[in-house]
């Protein structure tokens, strides 16, 4: 078990040195906060609203498109060089390289939201806002953002093409983010509400209302794990199929 | 040390290896010579446990490919023939990161890595970046990397590569350094590499194995000696047996050895009705000396046996690798 946990750390180190080697998470982080710093401003002084639930609702939007760029290198550059295939011949298990990889995209996302504290700063100064929302409404972004990331590996593990990547996990969360909109659509009945239940917006809805929902935890959690074993599968499938 | 049995490697319906078996003992350098697209890259990386064979399978020292591939991998050293390295990382970071992921105890690291990178020749090349490398360098990098825990299976491909002459001589001595604790398989398709480094040869192509030999005696290492291939009609009157008998004052010194086997095809030359008329091959060792080479010949020349060709061990071996490459 510490060999493997080892493992795992050799290659999160690896990934976040890739991160602040590069200009990823220098582009990336500022984006992430001169945006929604904006928002939350426009809603904290023009609107005179001392919450953060514009915020919340914002930066999931704005993670939809960042996201993809946090993840799109992460498999498919290994897959593009080669370098995928001598991890193959490496005493690690498809497991350690995926979730080396995918704890790095969190930290990068973990920095962002430890960023974004700053923005309590005007808001207790100028306003007495609920501490109990704001923790359930970061705690809702942070599982939001992990599916995000979650999704994305599997998508990169399936190209060698670093904007296919992008692209797709775009494509995939947009479609899990507006399935919630088909419940609006009467003539689909049942079938309609149980697309508001598979739909991330939903349950990230909970979190910005201040709750936390055991069974939103429970879906988001779920929706990782599913698509990291969905990128288990892709890597398997690499060395016995192809 | 490697043992394959009739391994198959099947993609989208096309066959790319079939049915390939060989064997490696440790200490050993085997040559894997074929076309591109031959099936090489495949059955090296099926070895290495970067891709699972559609049936067959292999024993590396001990351990079963398809059943105990993580036992497999901790003994394994690989070399992709275009070394996937990270362009961020220096040379020192990336040597590292792969001690690391192969698992190499802390307190042996820093050695392995400062062997490995000796070996390689890249102590002045440890703070560089990877991207920032020539060709040659990325090459050893590579090579580095896959000689790090000092492996009992080294599986190569075309490790010499876009090396210059003097990287290819160094290449060829680490190579034959790692192989005398290792069983070692690469794969070229140049012919002075076989010649200069292997034990074994096995040339494929089509995905099939065409030619296996054992090629010890040829080995560069022994320059001391000429190796010669002399081929002579024989008949019925001509056979082993009065070759032998005529180069036996000559073959009694220790210096020289003659080796006489019945070569293949049909001899050129036979006179009308002539039967039984076939090629012997005589696989001599002598000094080297142009002044022994002539007083073989002519011993051979007085007693009449008709010479059809004379050439080094080397082309004799070359010619064979390339009727199987080509047929």
Known sequence: M??????????????????????????????????????????????????MTNAFHNMAILLLLLAP??????????????????LFTLPISYGTIILGKYLAAVTVLIIGLLGSLVFLIPLFAYGDPDPGPILAGYLGIFLLGSVYLSVGIFVSSLSKNQIVAAVGTTGILIIFWFASYLDN??????IGISFRY??????????????????????????????????????YRKRYIV | ?????????KIDGNTI????????????IMGFIGPNGAGKTTTLRMLSCAMA?????????????????HEIRRILGYQPETPPLYPYMNVLDYLKFMADLRQIPSESKTK??????????????????????????????????????????????EPTASLDPEQINETRGIIRNCAEDAAVIFSTHIMQEIQHLCDRIVVIKQGQVRYKEHIRVTRATDNTRRHLVIQVRGNTDINECKIQDILADFTQSEHVNVDVRAGSGSAPHANPGETDVHILKLYAAIPDDDAMQFQLLQCLINDGIPILTVMPRESELEQTILHYMKN
């Open chain 1, 2 to 51: 510490s060999t493997y946990i080892s493992m795992i750390r050799v290659i999160w180190k690896k990934e976040l040195h890739n991160y602040f080697w590069s200009p990823i998470a220098y582009i990336i982080l500022p984006i992430f906060l001169l945006v929604s710093g904006y928002f939350f401003s426009f809603s904290l002084f023009y609107l005179q609203v001392a919450t």
């Open chain 1, 69 to 86: 760029a946090i993840t799109m290198r992460l498999m498919a550059e290994e897959n593009q060089s080669g370098s995928m295939e001598l």
């Open chain 1, 185 to 190: 659509f009467n003539v689909l009945g049942n």
């Open chain 1, 198 to 235: 598979i739909s991330v917006s939903y349950h990230h809805g909970e979190f910005v209302r201040g709750i936390v929902p055991l069974a939103s935890v429970i879906y988001m959690i779920s929706l990782a794990g599913l698509f990291y074993a969905l990128s288990w599968f892709s890597l």
């Open chain 2, 1 to 9: 040390m490697i043992n394959v049995q009739s391994l198959t490697k």
């Open chain 2, 17 to 28: 290896v079939r049915d390939i078996s060989f064997e490696v003992n440790r200490g050993e």
């Open chain 2, 53 to 69: 064979p559609t049936s067959g399978t292999a024993e590396l020292a001990g351990f079963d490919l398809r059943t105990q591939d």
């Open chain 2, 112 to 157: 392995a890595i400062d062997s490995a990178i000796d070996k390689c020749k890249l102590a002045e090349m440890t703070g560089r970046e990877i991207g920032k490398l020539s060709k040659g360098y990325r090459q050893r990098v590579g090579l580095a990397q896959a000689i790090l825990a000092s492996p009992k299976i080294l599986l190569l491909d």
